[in-house]
């Protein structure tokens, strides 16, 4: 496993210490400091979980490609695994710190919640909780990771305070009105299965996919995985795969200036026309339209 995610040390440059990272726990949690420090990236796919607590100043990001999220003080950030991520707006007097914990060890302190912070993150995309108990942690957060010598029981004393932590977002995530807004008749053995195929989803290079690619990785059948995903999320399987394959569309339209054509072939599309058929059905406009009308200059 990599410390960090490549283009992460790639764009910001240095060591991990000279940009404020701590490696909590042999590349499993990493504590970013000073989130000011990465204010400047292009878009990024972070193979860790984040949880951003922002003390002090103002955070605009796009996630995705199309959803902006605004974060301002006193309010915590979460950005699952795999997710594109764009800094848009950070704002000068910035004081926010960034736990990242690796997808292992989130399975590993969740356990069985897992599942209501899969759900929370690929089903009903709540990315910010408000919450007076949030402030508190981000104290302790900053004050645990901010110490030279790390004492004898560092790594229980983080593991216990990581679940604690992530039990209460969980706890907060439940009480959201989008995600009481319907009833969850799925088993566990269904969750556990979905969430492995948001895992593998978001492993995929080229995501565009037969739901039997999937399936096979997991040793179930294309119509059970079918039937489970849309039972647990209410989305067919090959809706989250169009979707997962739009994020990347986006991101790559609005961030880099490749062309169509090359676009096309890096999603793994036989050519620039069918690759611009399927985009337009999706998000009714062309590429060259969708890259018009949101492309940014940072």
């Known amino acids: 496993m990599n410390l960090t995610d490549n283009r992460l040390t790639e764009y910001i440059g240095g060591t991990l210490s000279d940009i404020g990272i701590v490696q909590a726990v042999e590349g499993e949690v990493l504590y970013l400091s000073n989130l000011r420090e990465v204010s400047n990236l292009p878009s990024i796919r972070v193979e860790y979980n984040t949880l951003a607590y922002c ?51 989130l399975k590993t302190l969740l356990g069985n919640q897992l599942s209501i912070w899969n759900k929370a993150m690929y089903m009903k995309e709540i990315y910010v909780i408000d919450s007076d108990w949030v402030e508190g942690l981000g104290n302790y957060t900053k004050s645990l990771f901010k110490k030279n010598e790390k004492p004898q029981l560092f790594r229980e004393i983080v593991s216990s305070f990581l679940r604690t932590m992530l039990l209460m977002v969980c706890e907060e995530l439940i009480q959201h009105e989008d995600m009481t807004a319907d009833d969850d008749h799925s088993s566990v053995r269904d969750k556990e299965l979905f969430n492995r195929f948001l895992q593998l989803l978001g492993q995929q290079k080229l995501k565009r996919q037969h739901v039997g690619f999937y399936a096979d990785k997991m040793h179930i059948t294309p119509k059970y995985l079918s039937t489970i995903v849309r039972r647990v999320s209410g989305k067919t399987a090959i809706r989250w795969i169009t979707e997962s394959v739009m994020d990347d569309s986006y991101n790559l339209l609005t961030r880099t200036d490749l062309s169509v054509k090359e676009i096309a072939h890096q999603l793994g599309f036989p050519n620039s026309s069918f690759f611009g058929q399927y985009f337009r059905e999706q998000a009714g406009m062309t590429p060259m339209e969708y890259r018009t009308q949101h492309k940014h200059v940072i």
């Open 55 to 105: 003390r002090k100043g103002r955070i605009l990001v796009d996630m995705g490609g199309n959803q902006q999220v605004h974060i301002t003080p006193g309010q915590l950030l979460m950005v699952p695994a795999g997710k594109l991520v764009q800094p848009m707006m950070i704002s000068t007097d910035l004081d926010a710190t960034a736990l990242l914990l690796s997808d292992r060890t």
